[in-house]
């Protein structure tokens, strides 16, 4: 055997030895998992143990066992929230994702000031969600009803904000202006990977544009709706910041989300009642982000 040969046949088994991690790799590891540890892992494994008891955020408290997670199912209060929350966490990903891809598509074709035009979609970025919220609850309580008058129309002559069955879709709509523009964005970006070949031969062919847009476009960006898609309805889940500024979970109790219910649950003295249900939440929560993650992957797969 030629001393090439026993170069070829050693270097498999070089190569399954592993490098020695350098020190420096730690310097920056170790202080970085030290405070994840310290103040994300360690509350949230005091807070389900705290799920077990009576406790009220302070003081003396008891263990209940499992009473705490019984007592979720049966209060109609915390499954009203859980509705309204999915219900508005798929509505809105619905509605952000339709409008941020035809904006996109819009964008990345060949019209006059797209840039200028990016730059002022993508505004609602660079304002704080509390901010644009509290903008839009003036306009429904104040301007809009103006507005439904002059035009009589009844639906719209009184506060969206103040109508049980009206006043989630004005979260929606609020939650769905400022979530466009990221959305839209990574779009983009979608859009661009794709080579510009695949379009002129699919002009060549005759196919159409919906035709194009359907099975040629959609499919090669399937990653990217699958990351707006699993990134929207995760922060959606938690909507919070939105609910406070425009209706503070009424009117009565039709727009208390899941977080908006934990933390004034807290504030309430429930404090163990609610870390069952953010334990419950956040085990929901991870096994609708695993098979989102699974059927996103395995379309981009086929589409591939």
């Known amino acids: 055997m030629s001393a090439t040969t026993q170069h070829r046949a050693t270097a498999p088994q070089k190569s399954r030895h592993r490098r020695p991690v350098e020190p420096i790799y730690w310097v920056f590891l170790v202080p970085i998992i030290a405070v994840f540890t310290l103040f994300i892992t360690y509350p949230a494994i005091e807070g389900f143990v705290m799920s077990f008891t009576n406790s009220m955020g302070f003081g003396d408290f008891d263990w209940i066992g499992a009473r705490n997670y019984i007592a979720l199912f049966q209060d109609e209060n915390i499954v009203s929230s859980y509705a309204f929350t999915f219900l508005f966490a798929i509505s809105t990903v619905v509605l952000v994702n339709v409008i941020a891809f035809f904006l996109a598509l819009g964008l990345t074709s060949k019209i ?40 009589g129309l009844e639906t719209l002559s009184s506060s969206l904000l103040a109508n049980e069955s009206w006043a989630w879709l004005a979260i929606v709509l609020v939650c769905t202006w400022g979530s466009i523009p990221s959305a839209m964005l990574i779009y983009i970006a979608g859009f661009m990977t794709v080579p510009g070949e695949v379009y002129e031969a699919s002009s060549i062919d005759g196919a159409s544009p919906a035709k194009t847009l359907w099975h040629i476009t959609l499919p090669l960006v399937a990653g990217y709706v699958g990351i707006n898609v699993i990134v929207g309805f995760k922060d959606y889940l938690g909507v919070y910041d939105q609910i406070v500024a425009l209706t503070d979970g009424g009117p009565g109790t039709a727009t208390r989300s899941v977080a908006f219910t934990i933390l004034r649950g807290f504030q309430g003295g429930d ?34």
């Open 271 to 304: 404090y163990a009642y609610q870390m069952a249900n953010a334990a419950v939440f956040f085990v929901i929560t991870i096994v609708i982000a695993l098979i989102q993650l699974r059927v996103t992957q395995g379309r981009t797969k086929a589409a591939s």
């Open 112 to 151: 006059k000031l797209t840039n200028p035009l990016r730059a002022i979609f993508v505004i609602p970025m660079v304002i704080s969600a509390i901010i644009y919220s509290y903008v839009f609850r003036f306009l429904f309580s104040n301007s809009l009803p103006e507005l439904g008058q002059a035009l």
